[in-house]
């Protein structure tokens, strides 16, 4: 039997004590609760759901809701069932998509602004270099419950903007008995997992589990494989618990990211270019324990270490090369190519009208080292990060009353050391006729700044980073009366970030060297009030932050803007971002429905943003003044008879709140010299946040036929949202010089899923996801095309004009493509 535990909102808000339901090894489906119910939320990292009662209400669900949900992965469930989460599908992976909350993101992809903190049983598994989250590196199999935080709460520690997800991982007491489970499906993805537990008399237990995943993939060339296992043994009594477990993920994705409209709109399966692969490797040891010294003292605690290995090859285009003359090779080229030993080049006559593929010039110019970033269409760029981690937390809780009012103390303090090692390079090469890229060996066959041109650049990085976070923080947790519980908190962090340049050491502009520190203590209040047990009221005031990641340091000095994430360079201070949120709610049951309705607004000063450089055509980061992101969300479940029902509306006002200029050089709008020409555009308060949809709508429905066949079918739906490139809201397309309309079209994805036990021990169980093979995107961006509509390379789609020696482009709208239809069978064993 294994415990499946669920605080309702009612009895939870009115300090009653948990209700336990089991589930038993073949499902009872009039016993299984509806997803993503909303409850009261661990009060810290380490606590597990149900401990203690703070007020911040979360989203909670089991191991058991992923398993019927037939989840890919945990960003799937999120996906599909969470109320207020959304994605982006930027990287073009299953297992590698920007999770969003409420506007903020928690991505695997370098520089992407991290704004949620993610939790595996009390370690905080944002990395130490730029705080990313790889999706991948997370077993679903080892999960045993999960809750999505809310708010700006400041117990969750660095990053925590808009909220943060707590995991908790399976046990040998939880979940004792065996399970295998496999599955086949479309683009020839294969599912395999395993799981073991159990425990003994004398308090020991443990677990063990392992998942399996590879795929074809849908799109071109973007075949990927994921292999994790998890295990833990431990011992426990009436008064003490201690664990150790171990996490390991060994992880080969590709990715192929965005695709052109036009390409997109011919071949809904293709690629701009490929490869664009990430390797993973991973370990995580963590000890954790627990001891309760009397009725009234508690001690929680936990030590860690990880290790992280990441290796990326990207091939892209190199957008150097747009506008340039790259076809005939001129005669000291020719003579460079025929002292190399190459043959069948051109001696006269390549235009662009009769080479769809150029590739002479960018050979010779490697050879000669002369302008390879112009004469070249291609651009590999490979990227390796050693990661090295370790901590430790440990907290006590003091449960006595004062006076007439119950009251829990809880204080804790947390160290973390990270260490990280970060190389960077970028190799010439030239675009062939399936988008790869074919790479050149010479003497300027790297961007290291060295070449004989006007424009050329070094995007090699060769630098370490380690990052010490000190943290203390307290969380008083009082009952007032039996009706009014109120909650306050703080917490404080010290992160000092210690970076050092290994290419241009010593500091000063140009090099990577510093030494910063940053220290902030994040208040917040919350308090409940419950009128009875069927309805109950929240609100709650909080504040948190979160430091510049190495990455955003790296590229902040304007005398030396980069390209990212293809350089970095110097790095002049920059600010903590701080968000403090004003949130609330009603909370009812009503015939067994459980709804509730809240409101927030979330405003984040000194946000940081990647900001133009018009001298140079590149960028760099640097803190503005605010954002906001308010709305309101519904979350509706319950059970009518043999129906489980659930149901999630999010509306989302993400804007920004200062001016600002940033680069519009593929946005109608910018101030180009002209039409196709490179510009910048101003962000007016108002303007909406890119990537970042106003409505989502989640409906779910279930029906238990009988106790052998259950069927569910679940809506996604998605409105519009701006591209990234048209942060001013105001592209317009022309048909010539700049395609598509700059943002998404609105979406509904709608699943099914359905499981037959025709035995206590087995279940069989099909999902069919995108039932109407919906065609939709999920992010999209504004950026200069290197193709035309039949998807040959045109570097100069226009002859004139020419100012200061350049020519216009095509700008177009890039989309990421959502997985059309996709049917997954399978079956799981349970003993």
């Known amino acids: ?114 704004g949620l903190s993610v939790y595996q049983d009390g370690v905080r598994v944002n990395q130490p270099f730029g705080d990313v989250v790889s999706w991948d590196l997370i077993p679903r199999s080892a999960i045993r419950s999960i809750s ?87 011992w426990s009594d009436a008064m003490s618990d201690i664990h150790l477990s171990t996490t390991y993920a060994d992880t080969d994705l590709n990715g192929n990211g965005l695709q052109e409209m036009r390409l997109l709109s011919a071949d809904r399966d293709s690629v701009y270019s490929y490869p664009d692969n990430t390797k993973n490797r991973a370990w995580l040891v963590n000890l954790t324990g627990s001891h309760r010294f009397s009725d009234s003292l508690r001690f929680n605690g936990n030590v860690f270490w990880r290790h992280i290995r990441t290796r990326s090859f990207n091939g892209d285009v190199n957008d150097d090369a747009l506008g340039e003359n790259v076809y005939q090779p001129s005669a000291a080229e020719r003579t460079a190519l025929t002292q190399a030993g190459y043959t069948g080049f051109p001696t006269s006559g390549e ?7 150029p590739k002479w010039r960018c050979i010779a110019n490697i050879l000669l ?24 937390t440990g907290e006590l809780t003091l449960e006595t009353p004062i006076g007439d009012t119950k009251n829990a103390l809880t204080v804790g303090l947390n160290y973390v050391n990270g260490r990280a090692h970060f190389t960077q390079s970028s190799q010439f090469g030239y675009l062939t006729s399936d988008r790869t890229i074919a790479l050149v060996d010479g003497p300027g066959a790297f961007a290291d700044g060295t070449q004989d041109s006007e424009n050329a650049f070094d995007a090699r990085v060769n630098m370490t980073g380690r990052t010490k976070v000190f943290s203390a923080y307290a969380l008083d947790a009082i009952d007032l009366t039996d009706r009014l519980h109120v909650d306050l908190s703080a917490r404080y962090d010290r992160t000092t970030i210690r970076n050092r340049d290994r290419i241009t050491p010593g500091g000063g502009s140009g090099s990577l060297d510093s030494d910063q520190t940053f220290d902030r203590v994040n208040p917040a209040i919350a308090l409940r009030y419950a009128i009875n047990q069927a309805l109950s009221f929240d609100a709650a005031v909080a504040q948190t932050s979160r430091v510049p990641s190495a990455i955003e340091l790296g590229c902040a000095d304007p005398e030396n803007p980069c390209r990212l994430p ?20 009603v909370n009812a049951v009503v015939a067994g429905i459980r709804a509730r309705v809240g409101a927030f607004r979330t405003t984040s000063r000194d946000d940081i943003l990647f900001v133009t450089d018009d001298a140079s055509g590149f960028g760099y980061f640097r803190n503005f003044g605010k954002t906001r992101r308010q709305g309101i969300d519904v979350d509706l479940s319950g059970r009518i008879g043999a129906f489980r029902l659930t149901g999630h509306y999010s509306f989302l006002d993400a804007t920004y709140r200062s001016a600002e200029e940033v680069d519009g050089s593929a946005n109608s709008s910018a101030d180009h010299a002209a039409p196709g020409f490179e510009g910048s555009i101003d962000i007016e308060p108002g303007d909406r946040i890119p990537l970042i949809p106003r409505h989502t709508f989640k409906a779910g429905i279930g029906w238990d036929a009988s106790r ?91 002859t004139a004009p020419v100012i200061d020696g350049e020519r216009p482009l095509v700008g177009s709208t890039f989309y990421a493509p959502g997985a059309p239809r996709a049917v997954q069978a399978g079956a799981r064993l349970r003993f």
């Open 1 to 114: 039997m294994r415990a499946h535990l669920h605080l309702l909102v009612t009895t939870s808000l009115i300090g009653l004590p948990a209700i336990a339901t089991p589930a038993l090894a073949q499902i009872d489906p009039s016993r299984i609760q509806p997803p993503s119910e909303i409850v009261v939320t661990a009060p810290t990292p380490l606590s597990n759901v149900g401990e203690g009662a703070l007020a911040f209400p979360a989203q909670t669900a089991s191991d058991e809701e992923l398993e019927r949900a037939h989840a890919t992965d945990l960003t799937d469930y999120l996906k599909r069932m969470a109320g207020g989460v959304f994605v982006n599908e930027v990287q073009g992976n299953p297992l590698q998509p920007d999770i969003n909350y409420r506007g903020f993101t928690a991505s695997p992809l370098l520089g992407t602004p991290q």
């Open 148 to 234: 999505l935080v809310p708010g700006s709460n400041p117990l969750f520690g660095r990053n925590s903007l808009g909220g943060a997800l707590s995991i908790q991982t399976k046990d040998g007491k939880s979940d004792p008995g065996y399970e295998i489970e496999g599955s086949y499906g479309s683009f020839r993805r294969k599912m395999l997992e395993g799981q073991a537990g159990g425990s003994a008399a004398n308090g020991i237990d443990w677990f063990a589990s392992g998942d399996w995943f590879k795929e074809r993939g849908w799109r071109d060339h973007s075949a990927s494989e994921a292999r994790q296992l998890f295990g833990k043994l431990g």
């Open 351 to 357: 235009t662009q009208a009769n080479t769809p593929f």
């Open 369 to 392: 080292n002369s302008e390879p970033n112009e004469k070249c269409n291609g651009l590999a760029n490979r990227a390796a990060t050693t990661q090295r981690e370790w901590g430790a």
């Open 566 to 585: 293809n350089a970095l360079a110097g790095d002049p201070p920059l600010k903590q971002v701080v968000a403090r949120t004003v949130e609330g709610g």
């Open 708 to 798: 052998q066949l259950s069927f569910d079918l679940d809506m996604i739906a998605v409105s519009s949202m701006y591209a990234r490139g048209n942060e001013n809201n105001e592209h317009k397309a022309d048909g010539v010089y700049y395609l598509g309309s700059g943002k998404t079209n609105p979406y509904a994805v709608v699943n099914f899923g359905a499981e037959f036990r025709p035995v206590k021990a087995l279940t069989l169980f099909a999902q069919v996801s995108n039932i109407f093979d919906k065609h939709y995107a999920t992010a999209a961006q504004l950026a200069a095309t290197a193709f035309d509509a039949s998807g040959n390379f045109v570097a100069r789609p226009f």
